[in-house]
């Protein structure tokens, strides 16, 4: 059937909703995004279809990503007047006994993390009383009261971890397309763009410029008009983009076409990463139903509008984040930028104007035009509005996405959604905006995460990476390996970039293996300053955030390592050894047993003894002592 108004949708809805909220069966949800496919989802996905194909009461579906990407595999399990309970570690040999334990009632499971109130609830505003609050468990918490959940609002993940991707019907039945329809039948161009300005949604891609200013100034321009989606993720730790694109590929569809109405375009192309296969697939198959329904291609819902969506895909060039050279891949061209004095809105992809935003930005949309501009931009803080998904890795409990409203603590972040640092260790810094990002330590946990705070102690919003350090954690060597990647993603085209980052790259590889000289640190902030000034695009100009931000609060470290040649983190081989402190070794032997060199030596119950020339600095027995007594120095 091809869709052509607002009753056709809901009467799509209306029949999907039954298996969405309560179905007659119990329905399985596998969390099938990359992280859960990693942990073992698809095999636990294969071995309960294989026991349970679907004629016995039980239904085995996939989903997306829930966020605690540390807990996965996740599963969730409903049916019609049952709770909906969330299993985690459901892997292979789990999976038949957690659903066996489903079907007979018995919720007092190991692997049971939460029961999950119906996430219709998640875009309500009441929260003292949401949908399908009756269903408790005695003793069983609601997903949304642990801490990693508790302070979240779901608008860019809304349907991530709760609709099939692959089923345009669900996501139908989570209110999906009904904005496009809204803006196709009842909206002019200029009342789109408003709402969207109105909402104060800036770029969630990195450089957070005004989402509706750019639509209105491409909409200004004459010529052959394009809508492009960045997918092309290149930030180390960061997978933002690729969860909604595994879990909610419709919500992009439906953002683009939107925009496609308020620039008065036809045409829009996806440009992805090649390293992303889950991802496309399940775009290409939302694309495909999109085209079957008619909410794709020409005449769209009977009207006289046209868009057509194409994908294309990038090398996994890091610079190709940025329009231009973005722009010059889709076009087959080397993935180059250009000086910007002509901006891609006025002539971009093929010359003609051109809007680009990523993902999330995209995804944002159709809950803008549902919920209306004022209800997005009551959240978040005065110069950034709404929510932002960040990627919650390295040195945490729990690792995983957040979406949290502009404005809260990086402290609330890392400490209650994270869980803090494992292993009692201490925080040391978090470092916000891929490797073109600053670190930021203890002293700014308070400070509320927006673009301009991020951008008044050094560092940047980004795409959404958040990286957290401990107290092992070396910020020379953080700067370097940062600085490392960025090398070799420069395209080279500006010599600021490509020698500057080099020669920066030189002198922290020579702190780093004893070699650092007094006046180091000087040049660097002055070869900083000027890659920042001169370089072409933005990759250069952000480029000496990690080493400048680690100079500006960690100069001892920077200190210690060239002057007296100390790495007190003990991640610089040349600049440290490893020692037994006799007087709190107990002769445990666990240090011993587990050195892979046989450099330590000593009787049971006698303080050991380590050779500095066996040992080769791997950590293995500063790790695995349970008294301290292997020490740094």
Not at 64 to 75: K, N, Y
Not at 392 to 416: W, Y
Not at 424 to 434: C, I, N, R
Request: aromatic fraction near 8%.
């Amino acid at each position: 059937m091809k869709i052509q108004s607002l009753n056709d949708l809901e009467e799509i809805g209306r029949e999907s909703g039954k298996d969405l909220y309560s179905p007659d069966f119990i329905k399985v949800n596998v969390g099938m995004a990359s992280c859960g496919i990693a942990a073992g989802a698809k095999a636990a996905f294969e071995e309960a279809s294989r026991a349970f194909p679907g004629n016995d009461g039980v239904r085995i579906c996939q989903t997306g990503c829930l966020g605690l990407c540390e807990e996965e595999p996740l599963v969730e399990m409903f049916a019609k007047d049952r709770p909906r309970v969330i299993y985690r570690h459901i892997t292979e040999d789990k999976v038949l006994e957690a659903v066996e334990s489903y079907r007979t009632g018995d919720f007092t499971g190991p692997w049971i993390l939460g029961q999950l109130r119906d996430p219709r609830s998640l875009l309500e505003e009441d929260k003292e009383n949401p949908i399908g609050s009756e269903n408790i468990l005695e003793g069983v918490p609601y997903l949304e009261d642990l801490p990693f959940y508790r302070g979240q609002k779901k608008i860019a993940l809304r349907n991530c971890g709760f609709i099939d991707p692959d089923r345009i019907e669900e996501y139908v039945a989570r209110g999906g397309y009904a904005a496009f329809l809204k803006a196709l039948h009842h909206m002019e161009p200029q009342e789109i763009i408003a709402a969207v300005k109105a909402s104060g949604l800036r770029g969630r891609g990195g450089g957070g410029f005004p989402t509706g200013v750019k639509w209105e100034t491409c909409r200004r321009h004459e010529g052959e008009r394009y809508v492009i989606c960045n997918a092309d993720e290149g930030d180390p730790g960061a997978y933002m983009d690729r969860s909604i694109l595994e879990g909610d590929p419709h919500s992009i569809l439906e953002g683009m076409l939107i925009a496609g109405l308020a620039v008065g375009s036809r045409q829009g192309l996806i440009y992805w990463r090649h390293d992303y296969p889950v991802a496309v697939r399940r775009l290409v198959t939302a694309i495909r139903a999109a085209e079957k329904y008619g909410l794709v291609g020409e005449n769209i819902a009977g009207s006289s509008y046209s868009f057509h969506i194409k994908i294309s895909t990038g090398a996994g060039a890091f610079v190709c984040g940025e329009s231009t050279a973005l722009m010059a891949s889709l076009e087959g061209k080397v993935g180059r930028p250009r000086a910007k004095y002509i901006h891609t809105v006025e002539r971009g992809f093929k010359g003609g104007p051109s809007n680009l935003n990523n993902v999330e930005t995209y995804a944002n949309v159709p809950v803008i035009l549902s919920k209306g501009a004022a209800w997005y931009a009551g959240m978040g803080t005065e110069g950034s509005k709404g929510t932002k998904v960040f990627s919650l890795v390295g040195k945490v409990k729990n690792t995983g996405l957040v979406e949290v409203p502009m404005g809260m603590s990086l402290e609330e972040i890392v400490f209650t959604m994270g869980g803090g640092i494992p292993g009692k260790k201490a925080f040391k810094a978090v470092q916000t905006g891929g490797p073109s990002g600053g670190c930021i330590p203890e002293q700014f946990l308070d400070l509320p995460v927006d673009f301009d705070a991020l951008v008044k102690v050094g560092s940047i919003m980004g795409s959404g990476g958040m990286i957290v350090m401990d107290e092992d954690t070396c910020m020379v060597d953080v700067a370097r390996y940062f600085l490392d990647f960025l090398k070799n993603e420069s395209c080279g085209q500006c010599t600021p970039c490509r020698e500057g980052i080099k020669q920066m790259l030189e002198i922290l590889a020579d702190i780093c293996e004893g070699r650092g000289r007094e006046g180091d640190i000087q040049l660097l902030e002055e070869l900083g300053d000027m890659i920042r000034k001169f370089s072409l695009c933005g990759l250069g100009t952000s480029a000496p955030n990690p080493v400048l931000t680690t100079i500006r609060y960690f100069r001892d470290e920077y200190e210690a390592h060239i002057r007296d040649k100390k790495c007190t983190a003990g991640v610089c081989k040349a600049l440290f050894h490893y020692e037994i402190d006799e007087e709190a070794c107990t002769g445990c032997r666990l240090c011993a047993l587990k050195c892979p060199q046989g450099a330590i030596a000593g009787e049971k119950r006698q303080a050991h003894r380590l050779d500095q020339d066996k040992c080769i600095k791997c950590g293995i027995c500063y790790e695995a002592c349970k008294f301290n007594a292997v020490v740094i120095r």
